[in-house]
């Protein structure tokens, strides 16, 4: 026999022993389990469950299509002449969203369309329970995308120590030295 | 013909069925494995004697462990599935065989049969166990431990014989 | 009751005892095991705590198709089941639950017991054989390595309470019991537990079904019912080898109230230990298998040698 197989032997009983101890504690303690379908889990904020449209800010600008690394995010709108409100004035263009579809089935919850999107019209929500039998059901339309709307936590609180959130920070910088006047840079142009 | 009678014929007949059967099959494992059905057969005659004792000893010993043991050698070293050409024997080997086994029956038979018709139908009875024990070690305690002696003996010449194997093996470049 | 009746009767309740007993060590064994690492275990089914867990596994077992690999020897294959199982069913039947109730009342029922199961392995190496799988074949030696070497301390700690006792019928051997056995035949205790969890080729004596190495051993190629009568066999191995430990070594019947609760007072004995097997499974690591030989021969041997020298002479002493 080894010397390395001598010193385990020595420590094998009082090894044998804390074996039976440690499964004895904890058969005495209550147990760790969750039942996840009869009790609702317990998620840390800004869990990425499934992304929520809110269609009323979304003005078509596609950012979000396009920087979606699987190009799973379904953008249709056209354009609306909007006529002038005040008699003289200029009419008006805007886009209209026609439709607006996420494939979960493609997404890989990487958030980018959330982060990019700079109307603030798509928001994560906790939910996860959508699994579908038919993987074309996956691909969430506009009207699904809305209704978890409802199910958005408002944002957590900042960390203690955190930087100051940039409209606040913004408020305490010093006021922008004003614009030269226009009519002075159109002259400077003309000579 | 009493119940006795046929338990005991039938045993008999199984335990002999399954003798030529390991005898003559080509499958090694299958030959153990009717080796095994013969054993227990004749553990199943003991029964009907009346020997409990003995039948379950049989069984303990031959089936448990020389089958097993049997077995375990032929896995270590070769046991195809299938027949197994090999194992076979040459037909002057199974001649010599055959008329080997039949001289050996044919003493038994002369020794046993004139018995068989002395003692009459199948009886339960014989000693018991306790009766064996006082046999054993009353009577018949010198064959006993010579028989282990010689066991003994053999268990260490077993030893010897591979302790050797190994030194040369190990003393060879 | 005319003596058919009451063999159809005996019968019937051992093959009850047989079902059921198993079920009861096996769903003891989903609880505990999970509560030692720190789950729930099954849960739903049946209801109340999942009680009807292994019920349904037998459903969905008996569901399944019976696969018979092609390259296997397919008699030997589907024998094997059959095998490894009746022995410990006709070994269960000589297990006395008290002196008036066991299944099958034979003289010597111990030596019928340690030959049964000693039979039983003989399924395990032929269902390793049978599949034609390098896995099977090398699960099977081991098995086959493992319990020759079990064998023989099992039988000789059996044989030195036999000696105690004076006689090779369980029931007689409890009946001779005393408490004073608990501390004199300790040693034997010992080694008959050990070497019955290793006959049993329980964790940590589970190498010939080391999952991470041979899949399942032995029983890799099995499938639907077959698989499942060698789990049977296994659970069944626990309740024998549980009740024979209380009958040798724990007084069986013997306690309060014995005259109409012996067979409770066993039973119970029986069902620490098993327990007690289940534990032992949780709480330790798999032996290797020249730790495992080297367990077999140079402790437990020695010390049943040692157990059986002393048993003699303290029965020549006292006698
Ligand atoms: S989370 Fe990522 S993958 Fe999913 S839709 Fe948004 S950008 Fe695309
Ligand atoms: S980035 Fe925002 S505003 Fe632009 S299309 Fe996407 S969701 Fe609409």
């Known amino acids: ?191 | 013909m009493t119940g006795l009678d046929v338990a005991f014929a039938a045993a008999g007949t199984v335990a002999a069925a399954s003798a030529v059967l390991s005898v003559t099959t080509r499958h090694v494992v299958h030959a153990a494995l009717w080796l095994v059905v013969s054993l227990g057969a004749v553990a199943g005659c003991y029964l009907v004697l009346g020997a409990e004792f003995v039948a379950l000893v049989q069984v303990l010993i031959y089936v448990g462990a020389v089958v097993v043991l049997v077995l375990f050698a032929l896995m270590l070293t070769r046991a195809p599935i299938g027949p197994n050409e090999e194992v076979s024997a040459s037909p002057l080997h199974r001649a010599l065989a055959a008329v080997l086994a039949a001289g050996v029956t044919a003493l038994l038979a002369a020794v046993l049969v004139p018995l068989a018709r002395v003692v009459g139908a199948v009886r339960r009875g014989g000693p018991g166990t306790t009766g064996l024990g006082e046999q054993l070690f009353g009577t018949w305690v010198w064959p006993f431990e010579a028989l282990s002696v010689l066991l003994l003996a053999a268990l260490v010449a077993a030893l010897a014989v591979a302790g050797m194997a190994r030194g040369r093996g190990a003393g060879e470049p | ?319």
Not at chain 1, 86 to 106: E, K, W, Y
Not at chain 3, 209 to 231: K, M, P, Q
Request: aromatic share 10%; net charge neutral.
């Open chain 1, 1 to 191: 026999m080894t010397e390395a197989a001598k010193g385990s032997r020595a420590a094998g009983i009082p090894g044998l022993v804390r074996g039976l101890a440690a499964t004895a504690r904890t058969l005495a303690r209550p147990t760790h389990t969750s039942e996840y379908p009869d009790a609702p889990p317990s998620l840390p904020p800004r869990s990425r469950g499934v992304i929520a449209l809110l269609a009323e800010n979304c003005t078509s600008c596609m950012l979000c299509a396009r920087e979606c690394p699987d190009w799973c995010i379904y953008i249709d709108s056209h354009k609306e002449t909007v006529p002038a409100t005040t008699p003289g004035g200029r009419d008006r263009q805007r886009n209209v969203l026609d439709r607006f579809a996420i494939d979960f089935s493609l997404c890989m919850y990487c958030g980018i369309c959330v982060e990019v999107c700079p109307f603030d019209a798509l928001f994560w929500s906790p939910e996860f329970e959508y699994a579908e039998l038919d993987i074309r059901e996956l691909l969430h339309e506009r009207d699904r995308l809305g209704q978890w709307m409802a199910t958005v936590p408002p944002p957590p609180a900042l960390d203690e120590r955190s930087a100051d959130p940039a409209e606040v920070s913004a408020l305490g910088k010093p006021a922008r030295a004003p614009r030269a006047p226009r009519q002075a840079a159109a002259e400077e142009g003309q000579a």
């Open chain 3, 1 to 319: 009751m005319s003596p058919a009746v009451e063999v159809l009767v005996r019968t019937v309740a051992v093959l009850a005892a047989f079902l059921v007993l198993p079920l009861l060590v096996g769903q003891t064994e989903h609880k505990v095991m999970a509560h030692m690492q720190g789950r729930l275990g099954p849960m739903y089914a049946g209801g109340f705590h999942g009680w009807a867990q292994l019920v349904a596994d037998g459903v969905k077992f008996a569901q399944k198709e019976d696969v018979t690999p092609a390259a296997a020897d397919r008699p030997v294959f589907r024998l094997a089941p059959a095998v490894g199982l009746v022995p410990y069913l006709v070994a269960l039947a000589a297990v006395p639950l008290s002196p008036g109730l066991v299944g099958a009342d034979a003289p010597a029922s111990a030596v019928l017991v340690l030959a049964a199961t000693a039979v039983g392995i003989l399924g395990t190496l032929m269902a390793g054989w049978a599949s034609a799988n390098k896995y099977s074949l090398l699960g099977a030696m081991r098995a086959a390595a493992q319990l020759l070497s079990y064998e023989l301390p099992l039988v000789l700690a059996v044989a030195s309470v036999c000696l105690a006792a004076g006689s090779l019928s369980l029931t007689a051997i409890a009946g001779a019991w005393s408490p004073w056995w608990l501390l004199w035949q300790l040693p034997g205790a010992f080694v008959f537990l050990v070497a019955a969890v290793a006959e049993l080729q329980r964790p940590p004596f589970d190498m010939p079904v080391a999952d991470s190495e041979l899949v399942f051993g032995a029983y890799t190629e099995y499938t639907g019912l077959r698989f499942a009568f060698f789990l049977l066999a296994e659970y069944a191995g626990i309740v024998l080898m549980s009740l024979l430990f209380a009958v040798l070594y724990l007084g069986g019947w013997k306690g309060p109230l014995s005259g109409d609760l012996g067979w409770l007072w066993t039973l119970l004995k029986g069902f620490v230990v098993s327990v007690l097997v289940i534990w032992m499974r949780v709480a330790w690591p798999r032996l290797r298998e020249d730790q495992l030989q080297r367990l077999a021969w140079l402790g437990l041997v020695p010390l049943a040698l040692l157990q059986l020298a002393l048993t003699g002479v303290w029965v020549v002493a006292t006698a």
